[in-house]
């Protein structure tokens, strides 16, 4: 569905990325891991169009495209909320724009309900929680019909409960619904449980360090003995990464 070859970008002398590469394919589930600062954000806004690449190609469904404006839902990892509408008009935005019909209303309700925000739809964005500003934001990219959707940390403000909930709810965006899901997260254990390909990356420039590919069929559980023990290795790798580079 997507493919992207040796994508460079650079700030000023700061390198990003000099030759990243992706596939996606139609229908699955990648997760992005990586320390703090190694471009996983930056890749995402290239991607869609936000901030100009330098170099590289994307190809989306078999053509080349210069990026993926109005081809992907895009969750960024700023919640973005404007705060003078309340939150269901901050949902409801890219259907006020599009022109508002009975089933955006109707699905931007049901979202609320399912993400547990129902009762808060009156409320603006400064007299609510992290947690449910992030789910909020969750809503309006779900708002968008795209099959591709490119999610930026989209449950790193939430508690552990309602971050279960959430997890469940986007493996049925995946199974059920037929997204095709891109997340980044710094949870490894959230993307063992959702993912069906694994990329660590390590930082300047940001590449692939490892690829991994679970062997559990979902929904998986936490405590599955390959998921704890892929999880240690994969720490212990990152863990070696960052002891490298502060030597
Ligand atoms: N607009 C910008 N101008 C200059 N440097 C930037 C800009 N955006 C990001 N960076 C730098 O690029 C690097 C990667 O940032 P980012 O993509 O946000 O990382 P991540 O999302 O993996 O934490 C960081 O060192 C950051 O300071
Ligand atoms: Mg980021």
């Known amino acids: 569905m997507l493919c992207v070859t040796n994508l460079k970008k650079s700030f000023n002398s700061l390198v990003v990325f000099d030759g990243f590469s992706l596939t996606v394919p139609r229908g699955s589930f990648t997760a992005l891991v990586g320390p703090s600062g190694c471009g996983k954000s930056t890749f995402f806004d290239v991607l869609t169009g936000i901030v100009p690449k330098d170099g590289g190609d994307i190809t989306w469904r078999g053509d080349a495209v210069p990026h993926l404006r109005g081809k992907a839902a895009y969750m960024q990892q700023k919640d973005l909320l404007l705060p003078w509408l309340s939150l269901i008009e901050n949902a409801l935005l890219p259907a006020i724009i599009a022109g508002m019909t009975p089933y955006a209303q109707a699905k931007a309700r049901a979202l609320f309900t399912r993400l547990g925000l129902s009762g808060f739809e009156e409320y603006i964005p400064g007299r609510v929680s992290g947690g449910m500003r992030q789910r909020c934001a969750l809503v309006r990219t779900l708002m968008f019909e795209h099959e591709l959707v490119l999610l930026d940390e989209p449950l790193s403000a939430l508690d552990a409960i309602t971050r279960r909930s959430l997890?469940?709810?986007?493996?049925?965006?995946?199974?059920?619904?037929?997204?095709?899901?891109?997340?980044?997260?710094?949870d490894v254990e959230e993307a063992l449980l959702l993912a069906d390909e694994v990329l660590v990356l390590s930082r300047f420039p940001m590449s692939v360090r490892e690829r991994y590919v679970p062997g559990t069929p979902k929904p998986r559980r936490g405590d599955?003995?390959?998921?704890?023990k892929t999880k240690e290795q994969l720490f212990y790798g990152m863990e070696q990464e960052v002891v490298r580079e502060a030597i």
Do not use: A, N, R, Y
Not at 175 to 180: D, L, M, N, R
Not at 224 to 228: A, K, R
């Open 224 to 228: 599955d003995p390959e998921l704890l």
């Open 167 to 186: 997890q469940s709810l986007l493996l049925l965006l995946q199974i059920e619904f037929g997204k095709t899901i891109v997340m980044i997260t710094h």
